[in-house]
């Protein structure tokens, strides 16, 4: 079985910082693309960034300039930095993993979610 678990969300005010962290664990045969995604209250969960294991990202527009993603592949894990957060950042933050398991596939895993509140 594999679980991803989110930490470092938080309540923080306008023009400051977190740091989002998702570690993934079980039997992990190798991880593919990982990244984060968020979802607002009444809107649909959209794509943050993504970092892909040969090291290519994808950030949306929203957030370019400011978070960065990044990863560690010894510790199956993946992490957001998040620089001048604006009020329009606060969602659930989601991390997302392509996770072959045993040597059986590629399967998309989704962490529990961790709260991120910016106030203004």
């Known amino acids: 079985q594999v679980q991803l678990v989110e930490s470092g969300g938080g309540l923080v005010q306008a023009g400051g910082s977190l740091r989002l962290s998702c570690a993934a664990s079980?039997?992990?045969?190798?991880?593919?693309?990982m990244s984060w995604h968020r979802q607002a209250p009444g809107k649909q969960r959209e794509l943050v960034a993504a970092?892909?294991?040969?090291?290519?990202?994808n950030y949306a527009d929203s957030v370019k300039g400011r978070f960065t993603i990044s990863r560690d592949n010894a510790k199956n894990t993946v992490l957001l930095q998040m620089n001048s957060l604006k009020p329009e950042d606060t969602a659930v933050y989601y991390c997302?993993?392509?996770?072959?398991?045993?040597?059986?596939?590629?399967?998309?895993?989704w962490g529990q979610g961790t709260q991120v509140t910016v106030s203004s």
């Open positions: 079980g039997s992990i045969f190798s991880i593919n693309a």
């Open positions: 997302n993993a392509a996770i072959d398991v045993r040597g059986l596939g590629f399967h998309d895993y």
């Open positions: 970092l892909t294991s040969g090291g290519s990202t």
